[in-house]
């Protein structure tokens, strides 16, 4: 039964995800995520979209190797307006992998949905806007799934169908290009799947 739930939504992706966009159609980025995307703390607004333009250089640093937030480096190297909701520490929902930290579907759409109710994105031409979410990392790490804090019951399984559901929610609001990021898998700080004992052992990092 989980497996039929899991590819109905797949499928439902891989539908809203079979048209790409032309080049130069998209002219709005909107991200969703954890801190690999979160750039809200960097932001001279109280809201959406970034002004690239008040963000110098080095205040645009996220890194600690002093690269720019690929969300930054994305939206002005492709010149796109940018919408960011992501936020540190998140996971795809706390009511699956319960965290002290905001989640996609409690807070980054919460919060995108009133700023679009309000007006204060403007309007955003769906042929030329662009969804993106990175989440994964805190659903799966220590404190979640990978040493069993997840609510009882849920699974790998009920993560990605959260990921999947928020093209789902998007689509019915009208959104109709997404981008899904993978889960860093073997990287300081956050090995990920690929070094899960080490990771499990409080070891996150190469000896």
């Not at 333009?53 to 969300?71: E, F, K, N, V, Y």
């Not at 807070?107 to 989440?135: C, M, Q, R």
């Amino acid at each position: 039964m989980i497996v039929l739930q899991l590819a109905s939504a797949l499928l439902f992706a891989m539908r809203a995800l079979s048209v790409s966009p032309l080049p130069g159609q998209i002219k709005n980025l909107v991200t969703f995520g954890d801190s690999y995307t979160d750039v809200v703390s960097l932001s001279v607004l109280s809201s959406p979209p970034l002004d690239l333009t008040r963000l110098p250089l080095d205040s645009q640093d996220g890194h600690a190797d002093g690269g720019i937030l690929w969300p930054v480096f994305a939206a002005q190297d492709g010149r796109f307006s940018l919408f960011p909701f992501a936020k540190s520490g998140a996971t795809c929902s706390n009511a699956l992998t319960p965290r002290n930290f905001p989640s996609v579907f409690g807070d980054e759409l919460p919060a995108y949905f009133a700023a679009k109710a309000n007006g204060s994105l403007g309007h955003l031409t769906p042929a030329e806007t662009v969804y993106t979410l990175w989440i994964g990392t805190n659903d799966v790490g220590v404190g979640t799934l990978l040493t069993g804090q997840q609510t009882p019951g849920v699974t790998l399984v009920d993560t990605v169908s959260c990921a999947v559901n928020w093209i789902s929610t998007l689509y019915k609001s009208g959104a109709r290009n997404f981008i899904f990021q993978n889960v860093r898998a073997s990287s300081s700080p956050f090995p990920g799947i690929i070094l899960t004992p080490r990771y499990a052992l409080g070891r996150p990092t190469d000896d």
